[in-house]
């Protein structure tokens, strides 16, 4: 989810959203009370509500609701698991090196030359070569066409047939050559040898003398022990000898990758104490409580009865208590619906149907209902309400059923039809995408089917959004190009 949210920031949307339902017009005409029995958190709530760094905020507001809280049986200790682990993974020497190494070489564009994208034109490198060398091979074409050495110490020797000759170097020649030109010390470069002997060690296929008169293409292994070494940080400050580094497309998106692993690591754990935290308070205030597990009876699903035992125990212990399942997750939302889960396996049909007579009396519901629960009962207001369904969004739920944020958007952002703001060209995108979304395992007829309830449920209330919205100069010739755009893409999807 952070990942989905850093990639929408930056417009790249090169992440896969997560699917947390898919609402069909029944369950969104059910317009049930959430808040109104009591609510039973499962691990999706309470990952929403950490990842969206709400958890004291909507406990405060459900207080005055009074709502009967309940956390998931063993739900503090899988928190404490989950952070345990978060702590082991975090290795923030290791992590922390990607991001500074990033932002040392953002800082010194006056010598470092950051290539985004791949050269234009016809491949210069062969067929052969290319599938040889592989992704890196996107960033050998900018070394050939720039002139530039490629410095990389971990390059197969048996691809240097592919290069021009000369264009490969090692650490070990580059490092001789700072030292031959004066740039560092000779005591300087023992040491670098003797500390970092796999980079800087004289290598006997690669001892030949190097100039300094071209550019420097390095792959991000070789940047990460130049920085290590301490010799990146004296090489960007430039000066007189000093060659110009490019840094090619391939090592660059793959050193913003590893830099965003280590800054999602660091806030999933700070979000994850925090939760935790926010929780223990709660509970020793008394205002919530963890839930004990509930008997599940056996209800002939074969092997899908161990699959399934965590989703039947939650709802187990709702029908126990006569409490709603609040819950983010597609499977328990599905197993819910008559329209089943996405496979299109018949064999499902009566399990499915067995589960939903057992727990008929159970309702489930989403972070988004809740939230419009609680502003209903006049404890959030319509406008954080909308705000917290747009981060949803941003941070990639999908499907949601959108009015409240949507009706919070055209508030906030007007509508023009010659030139829609941001939000309005990624909502609309967003809803061509719904039936793509679908796993690409389920069958064309249910992709479809689902596809097409869901569209109808969200498309009929953002078009009775478009009409009842009370927004200064939204003028109706603006709000029937917003609800035709709209109608469009059911259209298509019908059609389709």
């Known amino acids: ?71 998931f049986p063993g739900c503090m200790g899988w928190l404490d698991r989950e952070i345990s682990l978060l702590q082991t993974d975090q290795l923030p020497q290791y992590r922390q090196r990607f991001q500074q190494l990033q932002e040392l070489l953002q800082r010194a564009r006056a010598i470092v030359e950051i290539r985004n994208e791949p050269v234009s034109g016809d491949s210069l490198l062969s067929e052969t070569a290319r599938e040889a060398v592989g992704m890196i091979g996107v960033d050998l074409e900018h070394a ?35 030292v031959r030109h004066g740039m560092v010390r000779p005591e300087d470069a023992i040491r670098i040898q003797r500390e970092h002997p796999e980079t800087f060690g004289n290598r006997a296929d690669r001892l030949e003398p190097i100039s300094l008169n071209r550019p420097v293409l390095m792959a991000e292994p070789t940047l ?175 499907v949601l059923r959108l009015r409240q944020a949507f009706r919070w958007r055209l508030q906030q952002v007007p509508y023009t039809p010659d030139s829609p703001a941001i939000p309005y060209r990624q909502l609309l995108r967003d809803l061509k995408q719904v039936v793509r979304w679908i796993p690409e395992g389920v069958g064309a007829d249910r992709r479809a089917m689902f596809g097409r309830t869901t569209l109808v449920a969200i498309i009929t209330g953002l078009i009775a959004e478009v009409w009842a919205a009370e927004v200064p100069g939204f003028s109706d010739a603006h709000r029937r190009h917003l609800a035709d755009a709209l109608l469009h893409i059911f259209e298509e999807a019908m059609e389709g």
């Open 224 to 398: 990460l022990a130049w920085y290590e070494a301490g010799l990146l940080n004296q090489w960007v400050q430039g000066g007189e000898g000093w060659p110009r580094i490019i840094v090619g497309p391939w090592t660059w998106s793959s050193l913003i990758a590893d830099a965003t692993e280590g800054l999602v690591y660091r806030e999933a754990l700070q979000r994850a104490e925090a939760t935790r935290e926010a929780l223990k308070e709660a509970m020793c205030q008394g205002f919530i409580q963890e839930c004990p597990a509930a008997p599940v009876v056996s209800m002939d699903l074969a092997r899908l009865q161990e699959a399934w035992a965590p989703a039947l125990m939650l709802f187990a212990t709702a029908k126990e208590r006569n409490l709603v399942v609040w819950t983010d997750d597609l499977f328990l939302r599905l197993i819910t619906d008559r329209r089943g889960l996405l496979s299109e396996d018949a064999a499902f049909r009566p399990l499915e149907e067995r589960v939903r007579s057992v727990f008929a009396g159970v309702m489930v519901a989403g972070t988004e209902a809740v939230l419009h629960s609680l502003t209903q009962a006049g404890v959030l207001s319509e406008l954080r309400e909308g705000q917290l369904v747009w981060s949803m969004i941003a941070h990639g739920y999908r």
């Open 144 to 178: 050939i066409v720039a002139q530039a050495y490629y410095l990389d110490d971990y390059f197969e020797l048996d691809n240097l047939a592919h290069l021009p000759e000369g264009m490969c170097i090692s650490s070990a020649q580059t490092l001789a050559a700072l």
């Open 1 to 71: 989810m952070a990942v989905f949210h850093l990639s929408w920031q930056s417009g790249t949307l090169s992440e896969k959203p997560l699917l947390v339902d898919l609402p069909s017009i029944r369950s969104v005409l059910d317009n049930i009370d959430p808040i109104r029995n009591g609510l039973l958190l499962d691990m999706t709530a309470i990952l929403t509500l950490g990842t969206l760094e709400v958890v004291r905020e909507i406990l405060e507001a459900l207080r005055p609701a009074h709502c009967p809280i309940y956390l």
